[in-house]
C-alpha cells in the first residue's frame, strides 16, 4: 500500500474481514499483490467470549489444498478434526418417538484416500487467519471501518471508509455478508429464499466418542447436525448447529441450560450419549440466497455477498473458498488485467453455474429435511435409502459434495 493525495492506493480492496475476507486477502497477497482488507468490527478471537462464533467449519479437500498453497493450513492444522464419515440419520416427525428409523453411513473411503474434509470451529480460524495477516507485508488490516462509498472507474475503484479514509484499488471484492452494502452500491439485486428456520450453533461434550463422524439427524424443522471437535475437558466434544423453525428456535433459545439440555438430549436420539452444553448459545437465521450477476465494474461478490445456503452438506465457506480460488487464478494469469471487464467476465462464467446449482440443491435438500406429514418423511427415508444403496449414485453424491463442479 502507498499513499497519494490522501489516498491510499492498493492493488485489492477488500470489504469485509470475516473468514471469506481475511482468507481472500492471504491469498491475493501470496498471490504477489498489495491488500487492503478493512473489518467494521475487532475480530473476536476466543471461544469464551462475547460474540464469539461458535459454529464451524468443515474444510472439503479442495478447500484445505487450497489453505495449504497459500500458507495457511499449518497454523489450522493441529484443531483441525478430520471427517472420515458423514452419517446420515432419519429419525421421524416432530409428534413421533425420537428413534433412528433410518441410519446411513457415507465413508469418505468409497472416493478417497483422505477424509471428506477437517473441521475447524470458526472463532480458531479466525485467530489463525488475524495472526497471519499481522505478519504479512502484502496486507494492511484495518478494523473498525465499514465500506460506506463506492465510485467506480474504467481504471480503478475509489472507496470512502466510515473513517473517511478514502482508498483507491484496480480490484474490489465484497465480502462484506448477506447485506453486502457494496453490492447494494453497485445495484446487483438478489434472489431470496426465507424457510421460517433458525439455527441454534453450540458445542457439547459426550461420553461416547465421534470417531470422527459428522451425524446429521433429520426431523421436522431441520437437520440436527453433531460435527467433530477436539476433546474438551477430557471429553469428547462435538458442535452443534440445530435448525428449527423460528418460533421454536427462540423457545429453546430462551430455556434454562438444563431444560434446554433435557431437549437436546431428546432431539440427538442419544447417539453419542447424554449431551452437556460446553459453550455458550448462539442463533442464526437461515435463508438461501443468490445474486443476479457476480461482478461490476471494478468489483468481484464473493462468498454471502454472492451466495447463501442453508447450513448442509458443508457447503457454504467451501463455496466462497472456489470463489476466492478462481479470482486468484485469473488475477495470476493475466495482472496487468487485474480487475478488468474480461477478468470478472471471466470470473462470473467461471462460477455462476455451479453456485445455481449448488443453491438449488442444497435448498432443495433442507425443504426435505423440515417434512412433517408422515408420507413425506416416508419419502425421505426411501430418497436416503436409494441414495446410499445404488454405489454409483453413492459415489457421485460424495464427488459432488466435495466440490466436483458442476459442467455449464
Known amino acids: 500500500m502507498v499513499k497519494k493525495n490522501d489516498h491510499m492506493i492498493t492493488d485489492v480492496f477488500i470489504s469485509g474481514g470475516g473468514l471469506a475476507g481475511l482468507i481472500a486477502a492471504q ?4 498471490s504477489g499483490f498489495s491488500v487492503i482488507c478493512a473489518e467494521p468490527n475487532q475480530p473476536v478471537t476466543k471461544r469464551g467470549s462475547k460474540g464469539a462464533d461458535l459454529r464451524t467449519t468443515a474444510f472439503l479437500q479442495p478447500a484445505q489444498q487450497f489453505l495449504e498453497q497459500i500458507g495457511l493450513w499449518g497454523a489450522l492444522a493441529d484443531h483441525a478434526m478430520p471427517l472420515e464419515k458423514m452419517r446420515i440419520v432419519d429419525a421421524g416427525g416432530a409428534q413421533a418417538p425420537a428413534t433412528v428409523r433410518k441410519q446411513k453411513d457415507f465413508d469418505a473411503h468409497d472416493v478417497s484416500e483422505r477424509p471428506f ?32 462509498g463506492y465510485f467506480s472507474r474504467d481504471a480503478e475503484a475509489r472507496i470512502t471508509l466510515s473513517t473517511g479514509e478514502k482508498v483507491r484499488a484496480a480490484l474490489v471484492l465484497a465480502a462484506d455478508g448477506r447485506n453486502s452494502p457494496l453490492r447494494k452500491a453497485a445495484g446487483i439485486s438478489v434472489t ?34 453433531l460435527v467433530p471437535l477436539p476433546d474438551y475437558q477430557g ?72 451466495h447463501v445456503v442453508p447450513p448442509i452438506g458443508a457447503q457454504g465457506l467451501n463455496m ?38 449448488r443453491v438449488a440443491g442444497i435448498s432443495l435438500l433442507n425443504q426435505a429435511s423440515m417434512a412433517d406429514p408422515q408420507m413425506l418423511r416416508d419419502l425421505r427415508a426411501r430418497g436416503l435409502d436409494t441414495l446410499h444403496g445404488i454405489a454409483p449414485v453413492r459415489r457421485a453424491l460424495m464427488h459432488l459434495g466435495l466440490g466436483a463442479k458442476n459442467q455449464s
Open 192 to 225: 431470496t429464499r426465507r424457510f421460517g428456520q433458525k439455527a441454534l450453533a453450540f458445542a457439547v461434550t459426550h461420553p461416547i466418542p465421534h470417531e470422527n463422524i459428522s451425524t446429521e439427524i433429520h426431523r421436522s424443522g431441520g437437520p440436527f447436525t
Open 320 to 357: 466462497s473458498l472456489a470463489d476466492i480460488q478462481t479470482l486468484c487464478t485469473l488475477a495470476q494469469a493475466h495482472p496487468e488485467s487485474l480487475g478488468s471487464q474480461d477478468m470478472l467476465a471471466a470470473y462470473h462464467r467461471a462460477r455462476i453455474g455451479d453456485i445455481r446449482t
Open 27 to 30: 491469498a491475493f497477497a501470496e
Open 235 to 306: 471429553m469428547p466434544s462435538s458442535a452443534v448447529v440445530w435448525m428449527e423453525t423460528g418460533p421454536e428456535a427462540a423457545r429453546l433459545m430462551a430455556l434454562p441450560d438444563e431444560a434446554f439440555e433435557d431437549a437436546l438430549n431428546t432431539r440427538s436420539c442419544g447417539l453419542l450419549g447424554p449431551l452437556k452444553l460446553a459453550s455458550q448459545r448462539t442463533l442464526w437465521p437461515i435463508i438461501s440466497q443468490i445474486a443476479e450477476r457476480l461482478s461490476a465494474q471494478r468489483l468481484a461478490l464473493i462468498a454471502e455477498a454472492a
Open 117 to 148: 474434509g477437517w473441521n475447524v470451529p470458526n472463532w480458531f480460524a479466525r485467530k489463525v487467519l488475524t495472526a497471519a495477516l499481522e505478519t504479512n507485508p502484502q496486507v494492511t488490516f484495518l478494523t473498525g471501518r465499514s465500506s460506506t
